[in-house]
T-cell receptor, first 111, second 113 residues
Framework: GQNIDQPTEMTATEGAIVQINCTYQ??????LFWYQQHAGEAPTFLSY??LDGLEEKGRFSSFLSRSKGYSYLLLKELQMKDSASYLC????????????WGAGTKLIIKP | GAGVSQSPSNKVTEKGKDVELRCDPI?????LYWYRQRLGQGLEFLIY????????KSGLPSDRFSAERTGESVSTLTIQRTQQEDSAVYLC???????????FGSGTRLTVV
């Protein structure tokens, strides 16, 4: 079957670094996405990984290891506005290439 | 359009009434998805349209829920005989093709009283 796991909630301090992990099980992997969702708003695209390695985009980076079924989202120089839920989603042939969504990680930033 | 447009943004309805939610995807996006999100919960897949193929209705929770899409344009999600458990945000998303990233609309917040 297909499964995506990510922590339910994390807390970090303003200015610090936080790593949000996502593990997945699927067949016919076709890419992994990270989305950000502020409370009461729609999810917005952050990053996409299809090959192993690190993709850096400003303060946010995303890493993928296909052999381990593992990804992480790294947020640096945390700001209060980074308080949000972070959703991991995986596309695969098994799901007819639809994205399968994790339940999201609620990130709380403290001053 | 420039983004995914959903209407209404908020809907309060009485238990037992029917409601219709509308989604206007990004022009040219062949794939369209409906999700439900209850307060503090993750995304719950409802239905998926891809071009002129038969829709994937596997996520619809009951026969009170139905959706239509004409070609590659507007989609409507209809909930008949609404129940309080239907209260949630209904999100629509579209993508250029299956397997590509989704762009979400702002959602319709449905409250059944």
């Amino acid at each position: 079957g297909q499964n995506i796991d990510q922590p339910t909630e994390m807390t970090a301090t303003e200015g610090a670094i936080v790593q949000i992990n996502c593990t997945y099980q699927t067949s016919g992997f076709n890419g992994l996405f990270w989305y950000q969702q502020h409370a009461g708003e729609a999810p917005t695209f952050l990053s996409y990984n299809v090959l192993d390695g690190l993709e850096e985009k400003g303060r946010f980076s995303s890493f993928l290891s296909r052999s381990k079924g593992y990804s992480y989202l790294l947020l640096k120089e945390l700001q209060m506005k980074d308080s949000a839920s972070y959703l991991c989603a995986v596309g695969s042939r098994a799901s007819n290439y639809q994205l399968i969504w994790g339940a999201g990680t609620k990130l709380i930033i403290k001053p | 359009g420039a983004g995914v447009s959903q209407s209404p943004s908020n809907k309060v309805t009485e238990k037992g009434k029917d409601v219709e939610l509308r989604c206007d995807p990004i022009s040219g996006h062949t794939a369209l998805y409906w999700y439900r999100q209850r307060l503090g919960q993750g995304l719950e897949f409802l239905i998926y349209f891809q071009g002129n193929s038969a829709p994937d209705k596997s996520g619809l929770p009951s026969d009170r829920f139905s959706a239509e899409r004409t070609g590659e344009s507007v989609s409507t999600l209809t909930i008949q005989r609404t129940q309080q458990e239907d209260s949630a945000v209904y999100l629509c998303a579209s993508s250029a093709s299956t397997g590509e990233g989704y762009t979400f609309g702002s959602g319709t917040r449905l409250t059944v009283v």
